[in-house]
């Protein structure tokens, strides 16, 4: 079943729970939907929120609206996820890379330069790419309880380090790095390949492991490490793009069935609304974030690119075999 007949029909049945009488006339409701988020205030995944409660308003003439709770308040990543199942919790942010852990196919994103280019990576997260409908039906196929609505991002990934310029993947090696990355088997084996010791830990206790020697090099977007202080530790950056992130917006079933079906066509174009203007949002951050830890004394330099992308090629039809993620390399490929 495709995702817009699935969303159509959900919806279609929840009238009756807002009072409708006999369908004949529709009736006003002041709705007002939990949303929950790991990042602070000046985070984009904030931002993300805070666009969607504005687009949500616009086009529902205010009949609903998002209550945010950043800072997991709510809980991390996964937490938030299974309250979405759960029905305790309306609407999450989670990256892919979490998400992954619920839909094994989504690991395919955490392989670096899966996408080719930024303009490419944009232009699979229109709302009418095939590979973002495709994403959305493989969410409504796994019968999770939740539906992806909308995509977010951080923008693209850099690598930070605290010994010394990395350009080649030879360099990580040379300087002995433990990397912190995510809980995610496929990423431990990219930078494993990469000469790197990989280790797993939560983004949060990062600055500290640095300062203690625990781990020297971690991966992500500049707005991340901005925020995190973590050039203030890692001064080292490299320019590596290696991944234009993928990260998603998540409503739980619960919370669409309290959606009357005649709001159903403006609170779908608000999310497809909030989605594209965070992503042209996630550039205007990455671009202060640069300045700002310059400004403060950060190294940045540029990498060689294809050296970080050839070790990684037979990789891709590997982790599409493993993860059963063969027809959504495929759509990635047909950008």
């Known amino acids: 079943m495709g ?6 029909g959900l919806l279609a049945g929840a009238a009756f729970s807002m009072g409708l009488a006999n369908g004949a006339h529709a009736q006003t409701v002041n709705l007002t939907l939990t949303a929950g988020t790991e990042s602070n205030r000046d985070g984009l995944y904030y931002a993300t929120l805070d666009l969607l409660d504005k687009a949500l308003k616009e086009e529902t003439n205010g009949q609903v609206k998002l209550r945010i709770y950043p800072n997991q308040q709510l809980g991390n990543e996964i937490s938030m996820i299974e309250a979405l199942r759960s029905g305790s919790l309306d609407i999450a942010i989670a990256g ?3 998400f992954a852990s619920f839909v094994p196919q989504f690991q395919l994103f955490s392989v670096p330069y899966i996408f080719e280019s930024y303009e490419t990576y944009r232009k699979g997260m229109a709302p009418d790419s095939e590979l973002w409908k495709f994403m959305q039906k493989s969410v409504a196929d796994a019968k999770l309880g939740l539906q992806l609505l909308a995509p977010t ?8 380090n605290t010994k010394g310029d990395v350009r080649t993947p030879a360099d990580m090696k040379t300087l ?12 431990s084996e990219v930078w494993s390949t990469y000469g790197a010791n990989p280790v797993n830990m939560p983004m949060p206790e990062v600055v500290a492991a640095m300062r203690q020697g625990v781990v020297q090099a971690v991966e992500n977007a500049p707005d991340i490490l901005y925020t995190y202080k973590l050039h203030e530790v890692a001064k080292h950056l490299s320019k590596t793009d290696h991944s234009f992130y993928v990260a998603l917006v998540l409503v739980s079933d619960r919370a669409l069935e309290k959606i009357p079906a005649e709001l159903r066509p403006a609170v779908e174009k608000a999310f497809a609304t909030a989605g594209q203007q965070v992503l042209d949002l996630s550039v205007k951050f990455q671009e202060k974030a640069v300045a700002g830890m310059q400004a ?11 050296a970080f992308r050839t070790p990684l090629e037979p990789l891709y039809d590997k982790v599409a075999k493993d993860v059963g993620a063969e027809d959504l390399l495929q759509a990635i490929r047909a950008l």
């Open 153 to 160: 991002t951080v923008g693209s990934r850099w690598v930070a």
């Open 176 to 187: 002995g790095l433990r990397m912190r990355v995510q809980a995610n088997p496929i990423e």
């Open 296 to 306: 403060e004394g950060a190294i940045i330099v540029d990498v060689d690119k294809p």
């Open 3 to 8: 995702i817009k007949k699935y969303m159509a």
């Open 96 to 98: 892919g890379g979490n």
